[in-house]
C-alpha cells in the first residue's frame, strides 16, 4: 500500500469543506431557509462543522456534514470487520448529508464521503477510502431511478468495467432492511476499504462521487419540487420514514461509528428525519401509487 503524507490528508480535507459547501449552495437554490452552521470542537481530538436546513420551503431537513475526529482506539463498528486495526490510533474524516424533502414525489437522499487514516508505531499507516451514494423515494418515477443510476455508472466507468455492478450490489445489499425484508430504496453506490489503487486515483474517485451526487440529485429536486401531493401521499411519505429510521439506528455502520467513538449525538443523528410515522399494521391499497413503489422500485433490478 502506498503510504500517506500530511499534505495528501490535508488535501482531503480541503476537498471535503469544498464538497460541503457545494452541495450547501445547491440546495439554497431550491429552498428559501438558510442552513444553521455549527462548529463543534471533541475533546478526544478533532471536531467538525454541522450544518442544519431545517422547516424550509421545499425540505423538512437537510443535514450536510463536516468531521475530521481523531482517537486512541477505534471503535468496534470499524475493528469488527478489520481487526487487524485494533490497537492503533486513528483520524477519520468524511462529509455526510442526507435531504429529507418536504414534497412526496422528491426522493430522499443520502452522500457519505470519507478518509480513515490508521496509526501505530513502528509501522507505516493503515488508509482506506469509503462513501457511496443512494436514493429512497417514496413515490417512483423510472426516468429519476434511470438517472440516478446512469450518473452512478458513468461515475465508475473510467475506473473499470466492473466497479458499477460491484458497488451497486454492495449498496443494495448494505441497505437492505433485514427484519422487514425490503430495501431501504433504489440503491446507488456503496463501497469500503478502498486502497486498491494508489492514493492519488482513490482520491480522485472519491470526488468524482461527491461531485457525482450534486449532478445525480440536483435534476431530480428540480423536476419534482413543483408536483402536487395530498395528505394520504404525506402520510405515506412519513410512513416510509419510519423506514428509513429504522435502518439508521439499527444497521447503519457510520452511526454506529460515531456513537461508539464518543462522537457528537447531535450530528450523528441529523440524518434522522423530523417528522415520521410508525403506524400500526399500515396497509398500502391493492393497484395504488405505493403498491407500485413495493413492487417495481423497492426491488433491486439493472436500472441501466
Not at 449552495?25 to 444553521?36: A, G, H, L, V
Not at 493503515?126 to 417514496?138: E, L, Q, R, V
Not at 454492495?170 to 440503491?187: A, L, S, T, V, W
Request: charged share 25%.
Amino acid at each position: 500500500m502506498q503510504e500517506i503524507t500530511k499534505d495528501d490528508a490535508l488535501k482531503v480535507k480541503n476537498y471535503l469543506l469544498d464538497l460541503q459547501e457545494n452541495i450547501i449552495s445547491m440546495i439554497c437554490k431550491y429552498d428559501d431557509n438558510t442552513f444553521y452552521k455549527d462548529k463543534w470542537v471533541r475533546k478526544e481530538g478533532g471536531g467538525g462543522v454541522t450544518c442544519i436546513l431545517q422547516d424550509g420551503t421545499n425540505f423538512d431537513k437537510v443535514g450536510v456534514n463536516f468531521s475530521d475526529i481523531s482517537g486512541e482506539q477505534l471503535p468496534e463498528a470499524a475493528t469488527n470487520i478489520r481487526p487487524e486495526l485494533q490497537g492503533r490510533n486513528y483520524q477519520a474524516m468524511g462529509v455526510s448529508v442526507v435531504c429529507h424533502p418536504k414534497n412526496p414525489h422528491v426522493p430522499t437522499a443520502h452522500l457519505n464521503v470519507r478518509l480513515l487514516i490508521a496509526y501505530s508505531e513502528g509501522s507505516a499507516p493503515i488508509w482506506w477510502f469509503g462513501g457511496g451514494f443512494d436514493m429512497t423515494p417514496y413515490y417512483g418515477y423510472e426516468e429519476d431511478a434511470i438517472h440516478w443510476h446512469k450518473t452512478a455508472k458513468e461515475i465508475c466507468l473510467p475506473y473499470g468495467g466492473d466497479i458499477y455492478s460491484q458497488y451497486k450490489k454492495n449498496c443494495d445489499d448494505y441497505f437492505y432492511i433485514k427484519h422487514r425484508n425490503e430495501p431501504r430504496g433504489i440503491g446507488g453506490i456503496f463501497f469500503d476499504d478502498l486502497n486498491m489503487w494508489e492514493f492519488k486515483k482513490c482520491f480522485n474517485f472519491i470526488q468524482s462521487v461527491g461531485n457525482g451526487f450534486i449532478k445525480a440529485y440536483e435534476p431530480i429536486v428540480k423536476k419534482r419540487m413543483t408536483e402536487s401531493y395530498n395528505e394520504k401521499q404525506k402520510d405515506f411519505q412519513l410512513f416510509r420514514r419510519g423506514r428509513y429510521a429504522e435502518f439508521n439506528l439499527v444497521y447503519d455502520r457510520g452511526t454506529l461509528f460515531g456513537l461508539q467513538s464518543n462522537g457528537r449525538t447531535e450530528s450523528i443523528l441529523m440524518s434522522m428525519p423530523p417528522l415520521v410515522k410508525w403506524g400500526y399494521n399500515y396497509k398500502i391499497e391493492k393497484g395504488s401509487n405505493e403498491e407500485k413503489l413495493y413492487n417495481i422500485f423497492l426491488t433491486p433490478k439493472k436500472w441501466v
